[in-house]
Structure formats: structure tokens, C-alpha cells
């Protein structure tokens, strides 16, 4: 019998286990796209080490093994990253903005006297304890330990540039949470 050439081998040997590959990576991942995406890499990572595999042992096991280790292996990477939000539509100053606007419709007599009445310190403390860890870190670091840029650059590990973009996300969230609170606890 003739050596294959690797196109030949992907397509006799990979290609069969296909639907196998995608059941499996959707009962790991139960998200079609997640599936599909875990799929398509064990074919790449297949396809880059074939001249590893060895013609005559089992294409499936091998195949299965590197879905699962890929699996593995972004599970564990999901599991160190930080939750991801989107800031982008985050607004500047949404506390602020939303007191103004309470001000502007007579709903209160300043944007500051809002803050006083609605907002118990309690709120406070839930909304930073409520935060991801790096910006409750850095929201605590500044505003409750009112350490500098630098201190907290120190004390985390991390450029002054990171500090300061946490601790406005770390704020921003806040504000929002502080908003969501005045909302349900209307005086």
C-alpha cells in the first residue's frame, strides 16, 4: 500500500469523526458556536501534528484526545480570566447623569441631596463588593484606602496605565449599581 500523502490521510483517516467530534464538543461546551469553534481547532491542531500520528493506530482516539485536552485547556483559561463585560457602552459619569436628570424633572432638589437620601452606605459596600476582583481590588485600593496610582501599581503588580482603566471601569460599575439601587429604593 502507498504512503498517503497528509491531505489523503486527513481525509480518510480525521474526516469520518466528524459529527463524532461536534456531538462531543456541544455536550462539552452546550453552545453550538463553542462547539464549532472547538471542532475546527481540533482539526487545525490535528491537521498541524499529522506527521505525529501514526498510520494504523486509532485516528479517533487521537482525535478525541485533542478536542478534550483543548477543552481542558480553555476551561482552565476561562477560569483565570476575569468575567469579560463590554465597557465600550459604558457611560461616563452614569450616576451623575442619571441625578441631573432627576434634578432637571423636579424629582429632587439637587443631584447631591439625591446621592445623601437614596444611597446608604450599605449599597455602597455591597456595589464594590460586588465587583470582579481586579477592579474590586483597585476600587478599594484608591477610593477606600485612598492609596496613589503608584501604590496600587506596586501593590498589585501592574502598570499605572492598568490602574487607572480598572479603577474607572472598577467606578463606572459602581455607578451603575448605585443607580440600580436608587430605582428600587425609592424614597
Same mark, same amino acid.
Given at each position: 500500500?502507498? %504512503? ?47 506527521? %505525529? ?64 437620601? %437614596?444611597?446608604?452606605?450599605?449599597? =455602597?459596600?455591597?456595589? =464594590? ?22 501604590? =496600587?501599581?506596586? =501593590? ?14 472598577? /467606578? ?14 425609592? /424614597?
Amino acid at each position: 500500500m502507498a %504512503k498517503q500523502t497528509p491531505d489523503e490521510l486527513f481525509e480518510t483517516q480525521f474526516l469520518p469523526h466528524l459529527d463524532a467530534l461536534y456531538r462531543a464538543a456541544l455536550s462539552m461546551t452546550r453552545n453550538p458556536q463553542d462547539a464549532d469553534d472547538l471542532v475546527q481547532d481540533t482539526f487545525l491542531r490535528a491537521f498541524q501534528f499529522i506527521d %505525529k500520528f501514526q498510520v494504523g493506530t486509532n485516528a479517533r482516539a487521537w482525535l478525541f484526545r485533542i478536542l478534550t485536552n483543548l477543552f481542558i485547556n480553555r476551561y482552565r483559561r476561562a477560569k483565570r480570566e476575569p468575567e469579560k463585560t463590554s465597557y465600550d457602552e459604558m457611560e461616563d459619569f452614569f450616576l451623575y447623569n442619571r441625578l441631573q436628570d432627576a434634578y432637571v424633572s423636579g424629582k429632587s432638589d439637587t443631584p447631591e441631596a439625591a446621592v445623601l437620601n %437614596k444611597v446608604q452606605a450599605e449599597a =455602597i459596600h455591597e456595589a =464594590i463588593g460586588n465587583l470582579p476582583d481586579e477592579y474590586r481590588e483597585t476600587v478599594i485600593l484608591a477610593d477606600v484606602n485612598e492609596l496613589s496610582y503608584l501604590e =496600587i501599581s506596586e =501593590i498589585l503588580e501592574v502598570p499605572i496605565g492598568t490602574v487607572r482603566s480598572r479603577l474607572s471601569r472598577g /467606578r463606572r460599575l459602581v455607578q451603575r449599581a448605585l443607580w440600580a439601587f436608587t430605582e428600587e429604593n425609592p /424614597r
